[in-house]
């Protein structure tokens, strides 16, 4: 069997998964395949990746790939902790390479119900990545409290930082109150728009603090390190920030024709 | 007496002054001198610019300067329409350039009382700029509408301006309800902010529009030429973004400062 | 006939055009396509637009063009300035507004031989981008100057200029040092390369200029509102940044896949 | 005796010094202080940290700080590299936290003379800095390669990165004949240029690459981890981008107002 790269981010007691073929970039978490055989109250796994599906629709594909991954909680000797993720498991939570090879999980471990697992994927994705954002702003806040304690610092970065760091608060909150009073899919634009944002403004705002911190900033002193990796990640975690402008770009531009058409 | 060039922005009732000798920029409103005499019920107005003033204090020389420049409706016809900015004036009001070689204006004519000039002009900064971000917020939106009628547009471009419009969008309404809420000497950080971030914003939203629409976007055929030089001057009018920088970062490193001694 | 908006870019004795409809942004000088009817020694021209052309191969549709269009020296009387181009015209040498209604031209003033029009065109669109160049690098020389007399200038920005400009400096001569010893063709990628670099580069020194000579920087006592203009056309006449980064990336895949396979 | 963080930047023959307190960003060099007591045929090198100097003169202090430090090949044991830079250390030769603590060296291993290690540090500043912006360059080529075997990658990407590359490359040729043809004095304006575009560059080049390859761009499986690293201290190593621009800065003010008296 090909080997293969599996990235696995823990949430307490769930598993959400972006697969990775060394050569090959992808962002589309439906991209894997995995075997399954039944083994009376057990399963086996066994995950291999095929570039090109040949689903008979995008629903389907998504039952069919998702529905055992997600709910289990896989025994611990599974997860291979050999590729860290530029060290930043202290603040990320870990991301582990996983190689799937005759792994056995109970069959009661499935959460929700078989073929349902996407469902539940996609129910947690919004608030995930919320989440990252929420971590993002209050990383920012940790790291401009560092270049006000500066003695060097300049008086126009710890500005540009207030004002990139105010923005994505509010943009943040806006999301999370639109996904507690309207419901995911209509966060769902929000949600890529504060992801994106949420990224760069942390990856500014850190890089801005290594600067003035010199040769602190890279060293074991001060978390700038850690953080600079994890705003870096955060760019290209839970979907590149090109996969989350598609979702921004699309419902703007059918809002904004519909509202043209309504005019006319 | 040498000549001044003055730039005038008006709004309904209230005249804002910010001065300029053609070789000196400046953002300080009270870098500039006046000469008035009193004859009986009228004023003779002279300006003169003065790099060096030699004032007691600040509060005197801001009462000194203003109390009679402010608050009085100048006869029209002391307005010279010469120096046009960049034909900006259907959406900016209109830039003029004044020569005030003994103008007359009535006493009578004096608002909230002699003296208090600059008090109305700091009363009025505040929502003055807080309206020009409302303006760049509300012509970016315009913008995003023309950009999503193109064909050719990029997808991304659409995302890109959606988010930088959502983040001034927010931070506009934070500021304005700081505003409200808090008083103008609590809102003054947020104002800066918003003023520095909302003209970023409008130039960006539009220079992407005018790369989209090629040579039609710097025709007269769309009104893009005339919002790129508006929300250009939105960086410097009203003072510079540089000014506003420092307005945030000094309350930002005093609270940070006294935050950090509240941990000790 | 439907109304034609043409863009005429004059150099001393040849004519070239951009052509655009008021609502769809087009870089493609193909685009467009005229009637010709021979009257004795004489061609009446009538110009409308095709968005799409059902041409045999793009060689035919470039020859059949362009063949009368370029060559001729157009009657000063058809040439329209009714469209000034955000007036720039001191710098740029005047865009005019051309509607062909009937157009004699004397055949004798044909250039070079019918049919090969767009020989020319091709062949002056490399030296008249990099003259563009050229003209980009020298103008921001002079905006440097006009920066380093300002008092209130700071330094570093003085410094970004001078990086910015040295490095656009060496990549025009770079290019222009390609064209002459290596011919129009190998120029081709390193001409997209500076035409993308010069118009950023101008972009960026001129509104660095503006912010310091704040109010007086648009206004008509500097020059620096007309170099604004030219430098932001500078992005899109003669094809748009988009179209330059594709030139540039295609031969790059190229050269690289080329020599990726050369190592194997 | 205060523990001092010294990081040392080997390169074959010669050490180069540059010191850090925990809580100060320092990058000048001069901001040591270190006692040496000559044992016979050796030297006892114990090196503290004092925030203020009192020297007399620049001269002086630079003679009396460096004199011993740099021209010795220090015992591999007296390295601690127990602080690990990012572990850029295949890429960077390299840098460890040492602590001087009763170091002896031979006396016979001064180089060039006792007090002129400044003057050696001084000449080996300009060729180090061109040659970490050679690495650069080259660096940056490498990524461009790993960009365009990418499938998925965007072919503007591909052409902002070859843009940049060809600046970059350009202008640290321009560095280095400059240093060849008229010297280190001459050449220090325009290492500070390449010095601060480079750093610049190969941060833009590696984290473009970065997003393209995904969570394969953090992985080990690629070396753009370690780029990435490197790219960022290029900006802080050898003096900070600002020290730079202030270098670059200076010589252009005062070259520009020599000029600008000559035309009076």
């Keep these: ?18 697969i ?15 075997t399954l055989h039944r083994d009376k109250d057990h399963f086996i796994i066994n995950v291999f990746y095929k570039k ?14 998702f529905f055992s991954l997600i709910p289990w909680n896989l025994p611990v000797s599974s997860l291979v902790p050999s590729m860290l993720f530029i060290s930043v498991d202290a603040i990320h939570g870990g991301h582990f390479e996983i190689h799937f090879d005759n792994v056995r999980v109970p069959a009661s471990n499935i959460l929700l119900g078989e073929e ?22 209050g990383l920012a806040e940790w790291v401009l409290e560092l270049l006000c304690q500066c003695i060097e610092v300049v008086a126009h970065w710890i500005a540009e930082c207030r004002i990139t760091i105010s923005q994505s608060r509010l943009l943040t909150l806006h999301a999370a109150h639109t996904l507690d009073t309207q419901g995911n899919k209509a966060g769902r634009k929000h949600i890529a728009m504060i992801k994106v944002a949420a990224g760069r403004m942390a990856s500014k705002v850190v890089d801005c603090a290594i600067q003035v911190y010199g040769g602190a900033g890279v060293s074991d002193d001060f978390p700038l390190v850690e953080m600079y990796a994890y705003a870096r ?15 921004i770009a699309l419902p703007e531009l059918r809002d904004q024709r519909r509202r043209a058409q309504a005019k006319l």
Tied chains: 1, 2, 3, 4.
């Design 233 to 247: 990640t955060l760019r290209i975690a839970d979907g590149p920030d090109e996969v989350h402008l598609s979702t």
């Design 52 to 65: 090109y599906l040949h689903s008979d629709s995008d629903i389907q594909r998504h039952n069919s790939i």
């Design 116 to 137: 349902r697992g996407f469902e539940i994927a996609q129910g947690q994705l919004g608030p995930g990545r919320l989440h990252h954002c929420m971590r993002a702003v």
């Design 20 to 34: 990775l073929k060394p050569d090959v970039a992808s962002s589309d978490a439906t991209n894997m395949e995995c």
């Design 1 to 18: 069997m090909e080997v293969l790269h599996l990235f696995v981010l823990c949430y307490t007691y769930t598993l959400f998964f972006s």
